[in-house]
T-cell receptor
Framework: KNQVEQSPQSLIILEGKNCTLQ??????????LRWYKQDTGRGPVSLTI???SENTKSNGRYTATLDADTKQSSLHITASQLSDSASYIC?????????????WGLGTSLAVNP | KAGVTQTPRYLIKTRGQQVTLSCSPI?????VSWYQQTPGQGLQFLFE???????NKGNFPGRFSGRQFSNSRSEMNVSTLELGDSALYLC?????????????FGPGTRLTVT
Protein backbone atom coordinates (compact mmCIF):
# COMPACT_ATOMS: atom_id res chain seq x y z
CA LYS A 1 0.00 0.00 0.00
CA ASN A 2 1.34 3.44 -0.94
CA GLN A 3 2.03 5.41 2.22
CA VAL A 4 3.91 8.49 3.38
CA GLU A 5 4.77 8.78 7.06
CA GLN A 6 6.20 11.89 8.67
CA SER A 7 7.90 12.38 11.99
CA PRO A 8 7.75 13.93 14.41
CA GLN A 9 4.07 14.82 14.40
CA SER A 10 4.89 18.12 16.08
CA LEU A 11 8.01 19.97 17.12
CA ILE A 12 8.82 23.05 19.19
CA ILE A 13 12.17 24.79 18.81
CA LEU A 14 13.69 28.11 19.79
CA GLU A 15 14.30 30.82 17.24
CA GLY A 16 17.73 30.52 15.67
CA LYS A 17 18.01 26.77 16.19
CA ASN A 18 18.17 24.17 13.43
CA CYS A 19 15.78 21.27 13.02
CA THR A 20 15.22 18.25 10.79
CA LEU A 21 11.91 16.76 9.75
CA GLN A 22 11.62 13.20 8.48
CA UNK A 23 9.58 11.56 5.74
CA UNK A 24 9.49 7.81 5.05
CA UNK A 25 7.56 6.47 2.12
CA UNK A 26 6.47 3.19 0.63
CA UNK A 27 5.41 4.39 -2.80
CA UNK A 28 5.97 2.53 -6.02
CA UNK A 29 6.77 3.36 -8.69
CA UNK A 30 8.38 6.51 -7.37
CA UNK A 31 8.33 9.62 -9.55
CA UNK A 32 9.23 12.56 -7.32
CA LEU A 33 9.06 13.83 -3.76
CA ARG A 34 7.95 17.29 -2.69
CA TRP A 35 8.01 19.27 0.49
CA TYR A 36 5.33 21.87 1.12
CA LYS A 37 5.01 24.53 3.81
CA GLN A 38 1.51 25.36 4.96
CA ASP A 39 0.86 28.35 7.17
CA THR A 40 -2.23 28.21 9.37
CA GLY A 41 -5.34 28.99 7.35
CA ARG A 42 -3.46 29.10 4.05
CA GLY A 43 -2.83 26.74 1.17
CA PRO A 44 0.43 24.75 0.93
CA VAL A 45 3.39 26.37 -0.81
CA SER A 46 6.00 24.26 -2.56
CA LEU A 47 9.51 24.30 -1.06
CA THR A 48 11.30 21.66 -3.15
CA ILE A 49 10.64 18.95 -5.72
CA UNK A 50 13.17 16.11 -5.94
CA UNK A 51 13.41 13.38 -8.54
CA UNK A 52 14.95 9.94 -8.15
CA SER A 53 18.44 11.10 -9.14
CA GLU A 54 18.62 14.09 -6.80
CA ASN A 55 20.14 13.63 -3.34
CA THR A 56 20.00 17.19 -2.05
CA LYS A 57 18.12 20.32 -2.94
CA SER A 58 18.14 23.68 -1.22
CA ASN A 59 15.76 26.60 -1.12
CA GLY A 60 17.23 29.31 1.07
CA ARG A 61 17.39 28.04 4.64
CA TYR A 62 15.54 24.85 3.66
CA THR A 63 17.53 21.82 2.51
CA ALA A 64 15.85 18.60 1.48
CA THR A 65 17.62 15.28 1.11
CA LEU A 66 16.44 12.12 -0.57
CA ASP A 67 17.67 8.56 -0.19
CA ALA A 68 15.81 6.56 -2.79
CA ASP A 69 17.36 3.29 -1.59
CA THR A 70 15.99 3.56 1.94
CA LYS A 71 12.95 5.55 0.78
CA GLN A 72 13.61 8.35 3.20
CA SER A 73 13.68 12.10 2.89
CA SER A 74 14.47 14.84 5.35
CA LEU A 75 13.89 18.58 5.44
CA HIS A 76 16.49 20.55 7.34
CA ILE A 77 15.73 24.09 8.45
CA THR A 78 18.72 26.24 9.35
CA ALA A 79 18.68 29.20 11.73
CA SER A 80 14.93 29.01 12.25
CA GLN A 81 12.79 32.12 12.27
CA LEU A 82 9.39 32.80 13.80
CA SER A 83 7.92 32.77 10.29
CA ASP A 84 8.97 29.13 9.92
CA SER A 85 6.13 28.19 12.26
CA ALA A 86 3.90 26.13 9.99
CA SER A 87 2.99 22.62 8.95
CA TYR A 88 5.48 20.89 6.65
CA ILE A 89 4.02 18.26 4.38
CA CYS A 90 5.85 15.58 2.42
CA UNK A 91 4.22 14.41 -0.80
CA UNK A 92 5.33 11.56 -3.04
CA UNK A 93 4.26 11.18 -6.64
CA UNK A 94 3.60 7.69 -7.93
CA UNK A 95 3.55 7.27 -11.67
CA UNK A 96 2.34 3.97 -13.06
CA UNK A 97 1.04 4.57 -16.56
CA UNK A 98 -2.54 5.73 -16.31
CA UNK A 99 -2.53 5.39 -12.53
CA UNK A 100 -0.68 8.52 -11.44
CA UNK A 101 -1.27 10.00 -8.03
CA UNK A 102 0.12 12.09 -5.22
CA UNK A 103 0.38 10.46 -1.80
CA TRP A 104 0.29 13.04 0.98
CA GLY A 105 1.79 12.75 4.43
CA LEU A 106 -0.07 14.16 7.43
CA GLY A 107 2.61 16.77 8.03
CA THR A 108 4.83 17.92 10.88
CA SER A 109 3.61 20.91 12.83
CA LEU A 110 6.56 23.16 13.68
CA ALA A 111 6.40 25.94 16.26
CA VAL A 112 9.32 28.33 16.52
CA ASN A 113 9.33 30.21 19.80
CA PRO A 114 11.22 33.41 20.57
CA LYS B 1 0.87 37.21 -11.98
CA ALA B 2 -2.17 36.75 -9.74
CA GLY B 3 -2.29 33.59 -7.68
CA VAL B 4 -5.05 31.07 -7.26
CA THR B 5 -8.18 32.60 -5.78
CA GLN B 6 -10.98 30.81 -3.98
CA THR B 7 -14.36 32.11 -2.97
CA PRO B 8 -15.86 32.28 -0.50
CA ARG B 9 -13.13 32.05 2.13
CA TYR B 10 -15.52 31.01 4.90
CA LEU B 11 -18.89 29.34 4.81
CA ILE B 12 -21.32 28.03 7.40
CA LYS B 13 -24.05 25.63 6.29
CA THR B 14 -26.47 23.28 7.99
CA ARG B 15 -26.83 19.56 7.44
CA GLY B 16 -28.77 18.64 4.34
CA GLN B 17 -27.96 21.85 2.46
CA GLN B 18 -25.77 22.05 -0.58
CA VAL B 19 -22.80 24.30 -1.26
CA THR B 20 -20.83 25.51 -4.26
CA LEU B 21 -17.21 26.62 -4.01
CA SER B 22 -15.32 28.48 -6.69
CA CYS B 23 -11.70 28.46 -7.80
CA SER B 24 -9.93 30.69 -10.30
CA PRO B 25 -6.56 29.26 -11.38
CA ILE B 26 -3.40 31.13 -12.29
CA UNK B 27 -3.70 32.62 -15.76
CA UNK B 28 -2.61 30.08 -18.34
CA UNK B 29 -3.08 27.07 -16.07
CA UNK B 30 -5.56 24.56 -17.41
CA UNK B 31 -5.49 22.01 -14.61
CA VAL B 32 -7.46 22.49 -11.42
CA SER B 33 -7.42 19.95 -8.60
CA TRP B 34 -9.57 19.96 -5.50
CA TYR B 35 -8.61 18.67 -2.06
CA GLN B 36 -10.32 18.25 1.28
CA GLN B 37 -8.15 18.86 4.33
CA THR B 38 -9.07 17.78 7.84
CA PRO B 39 -6.78 17.55 10.89
CA GLY B 40 -6.90 13.78 11.14
CA GLN B 41 -6.81 12.88 7.44
CA GLY B 42 -4.53 15.46 5.92
CA LEU B 43 -5.09 16.40 2.29
CA GLN B 44 -7.47 14.07 0.48
CA PHE B 45 -7.69 14.31 -3.30
CA LEU B 46 -11.20 14.94 -4.64
CA PHE B 47 -10.80 15.35 -8.39
CA GLU B 48 -8.85 17.02 -11.15
CA UNK B 49 -10.15 18.90 -14.16
CA UNK B 50 -8.15 19.67 -17.26
CA UNK B 51 -9.58 21.41 -20.31
CA UNK B 52 -13.13 21.15 -18.92
CA UNK B 53 -12.92 17.36 -18.45
CA UNK B 54 -12.57 15.42 -15.22
CA UNK B 55 -9.30 13.53 -15.56
CA ASN B 56 -8.91 11.89 -12.18
CA LYS B 57 -11.09 11.25 -9.18
CA GLY B 58 -10.47 10.36 -5.55
CA ASN B 59 -12.51 8.14 -3.26
CA PHE B 60 -15.34 10.46 -2.31
CA PRO B 61 -19.09 9.82 -2.57
CA GLY B 62 -21.12 11.11 -5.47
CA ARG B 63 -22.33 14.01 -3.32
CA PHE B 64 -19.06 15.69 -4.27
CA SER B 65 -19.01 16.92 -7.84
CA GLY B 66 -17.26 19.54 -9.87
CA ARG B 67 -16.95 21.18 -13.21
CA GLN B 68 -14.58 23.39 -15.14
CA PHE B 69 -15.44 26.18 -17.47
CA SER B 70 -13.81 27.21 -20.74
CA ASN B 71 -11.80 29.92 -18.93
CA SER B 72 -10.40 27.18 -16.62
CA ARG B 73 -12.31 28.44 -13.59
CA SER B 74 -13.68 25.55 -11.60
CA GLU B 75 -16.52 24.97 -9.19
CA MET B 76 -17.02 22.23 -6.66
CA ASN B 77 -20.43 21.27 -5.35
CA VAL B 78 -21.32 19.26 -2.28
CA SER B 79 -24.94 18.18 -1.92
CA THR B 80 -26.77 16.94 1.18
CA LEU B 81 -24.09 18.22 3.54
CA GLU B 82 -23.04 16.09 6.51
CA LEU B 83 -21.24 17.15 9.67
CA GLY B 84 -18.16 15.27 8.46
CA ASP B 85 -17.90 17.53 5.44
CA SER B 86 -16.60 20.31 7.67
CA ALA B 87 -13.09 20.93 6.37
CA LEU B 88 -10.76 23.24 4.53
CA TYR B 89 -11.30 22.82 0.79
CA LEU B 90 -8.26 23.66 -1.27
CA CYS B 91 -7.91 24.05 -4.96
CA UNK B 92 -4.61 23.87 -6.82
CA UNK B 93 -3.80 24.92 -10.35
CA UNK B 94 -1.09 23.57 -12.60
CA UNK B 95 0.18 23.95 -16.13
CA UNK B 96 0.29 20.21 -16.61
CA UNK B 97 -2.34 17.55 -16.17
CA UNK B 98 -1.75 14.93 -13.51
CA UNK B 99 0.59 14.78 -10.51
CA UNK B 100 3.76 15.67 -12.40
CA UNK B 101 2.99 19.33 -12.70
CA UNK B 102 3.89 21.72 -9.89
CA UNK B 103 0.73 22.66 -8.05
CA UNK B 104 -0.05 26.14 -6.80
CA PHE B 105 -2.63 26.24 -4.05
CA GLY B 106 -5.25 28.81 -3.23
CA PRO B 107 -5.96 29.96 0.33
CA GLY B 108 -8.84 27.54 0.69
CA THR B 109 -12.50 27.74 1.68
CA ARG B 110 -13.25 26.88 5.31
CA LEU B 111 -16.60 25.06 5.36
CA THR B 112 -18.38 24.48 8.65
CA VAL B 113 -21.45 22.26 8.68
CA THR B 114 -23.70 22.54 11.73
Amino acid sequence: KNQVEQSPQSLIILEGKNCTLQCNYTVSPFSNLRWYKQDTGRGPVSLTIMTFSENTKSNGRYTATLDADTKQSSLHITASQLSDSASYICVVSANAGNNRKLIWGLGTSLAVNP
Amino acid sequence: KAGVTQTPRYLIKTRGQQVTLSCSPISGHRSVSWYQQTPGQGLQFLFEYFSETQRNKGNFPGRFSGRQFSNSRSEMNVSTLELGDSALYLCASSLLQGPEGEQYFGPGTRLTVT
